[in-house]
C-alpha cells in the first residue's frame, strides 16, 4: 500500500512514519510532501491509497488539499493528523471526505484504532 504523509514539519513527518509501524503498519510505501500544494502535485502522479495530512500548513492547507481532491474526483484514502480537532474541523473534514483525524499528541494505539478499517 502507498501511504503519503503530508506536513510542513520534517520532524512530524519522522514521528508520524514511527508510529505507523509501533501500530504495526510497516512494509508499506510511504511518501512525504511539505505541504498541501506540493502532496496535490505528488498524488497525481504517485496515485497513493492513503494520505495522512496535517491541517494547517503553508502554501495549502490539508483541508484545502482534500477539498481540491474531491473537486477533480480523485478518490482515495483521506485523513488528517492534526494539533486541532474541534467539532468544527471534524464535522468539515467529515463532509470534505476524509475518513478519520487523529489528534496529537496520538499514540501507536489511536493510529491502530483509526487506521486499521484503512490499511491493508
Known amino acids: 500500500m502507498k501511504i503519503m504523509i ?6 512530524m513527518r519522522m514521528i508520524v512514519k514511527k508510529t505507523l509501524r ?3 503498519f510497516e512494509g ?11 502532496a496535490l502535485a505528488a498524488i497525481q502522479s504517485a496515485s497513493p491509497d492513503l494520505v495522512l495530512s ?3 500548513m503553508p502554501n495549502m492547507t ?10 477533480a474526483g480523485v478518490k482515495l484514502k483521506f485523513g488528517f493528523v492534526t494539533t486541532e480537532a474541534t467539532v468544527e474541523m471534524r464535522t468539515r473534514a467529515t463532509s470534505a471526505g476524509a475518513k ?15 487506521l486499521g478499517p484503512y490499511i491493508n
Not at 28 to 38: L, N, R
Open 62 to 71: 490539508g483541508i484545502e488539499l482534500l477539498e481540491k481532491l474531491s473537486a
Open 22 to 24: 509501533q501500530a504495526g
Open 54 to 56: 496535517d491541517w494547517n
Open 100 to 114: 478519520f483525524l487523529i489528534s496529537k499528541p496520538f499514540t501507536p494505539e489511536s493510529f491502530k484504532e483509526a
Open 28 to 38: 508499506h510505501e510511504i511518501s512525504e510532501a511539505e505541504d498541501g500544494a506540493k
Open 6 to 11: 503530508v506536513d510542513d514539519s520534517a520532524a
